[in-house]
C-alpha cells in the first residue's frame, strides 16, 4: 500500500484536468526562483512543467508536487500513445470551446485506475489499450445505472 502522502484521488486529478486548459496557457514559470517565458503553445514535454506551477499556485508541497506531477503527466502520456485507438472509440473528441481535446471521464478514471493501483510507472506499453477501454467501460456503464437506475 502506498504512503497516504501518496494518495492522488481520482476527484483531485479530474478537477487538475479540467483546469489544464488554464494552465497549459501559462506563459511563465517559475523554476528555480527564476522566472521562464513558455512559448504561446506548448508541447506535451512542457507540461510538467505547466502542472508543477500550477500546483505551487495552488499551495501544494514540493513533495505532494514531486508525486503529482510525474503521475498526472503519465496519464496523459499514455492517453496520448493510444489516442488513435481512444479516439476511434469515441473516448476522445475535439473540444468546442477549446483547441485541446476533450478526453471523456470514463477514459481518464480508467487510466488513473492503472497508473495509481499499479506499482511500476504506467507507459504505453505497461498497459494494454484494450484493458483500459474495458475498464472505461464498466466505468461508463455503472455512471449510467448511477444515473438512470438499474438496467
Known amino acids: ?3 497516504t502522502k501518496e494518495i492522488f484521488p481520482i476527484e483531485e486529478f479530474l478537477l487538475h484536468a479540467r483546469h489544464s486548459s488554464e494552465f ?3 506563459q511563465h514559470v517559475t523554476v528555480r526562483g527564476t522566472i521562464v517565458d513558455f512559448p504561446q503553445e506548448p508541447s506535451v514535454g512542457s507540461m ?4 508543477d506551477e500550477y500546483l505551487k499556485d495552488s499551495g501544494y508541497t514540493p513533495e505532494e508536487r514531486a508525486f503529482k506531477v510525474p503521475l498526472f503527466c503519465s496519464i496523459y502520456e499514455y492517453i496520448g500513445a493510444h489516442e488513435e485507438l481512444f479516439r476511434k472509440k469515441g473516448l476522445i473528441k475535439e473540444g468546442a470551446e477549446s483547441p485541446f481535446p476533450r478526453i471523456s471521464e470514463d477514459l481518464f478514471r480508467a487510466v488513473h485506475w492503472f497508473a ?6 504506467l507507459t504505453g506499453e ?3 489499450p484494450g484493458v483500459v477501454l474495458d475498464l472505461a467501460k ?3 456503464n455503472a455512471r449510467s ?3 438512470h437506475g438499474e438496467e
Open 48 to 51: 510538467r512543467w505547466l502542472y
Open 145 to 147: 445505472v448511477l444515473k
Open 126 to 128: 505497461s498497459v494494454k
Open 1 to 3: 500500500m502506498r504512503h
Open 24 to 26: 497549459m496557457n501559462y
Open 138 to 140: 464498466a466505468f461508463r
Open 116 to 121: 495509481t493501483a499499479k506499482r511500476t510507472r
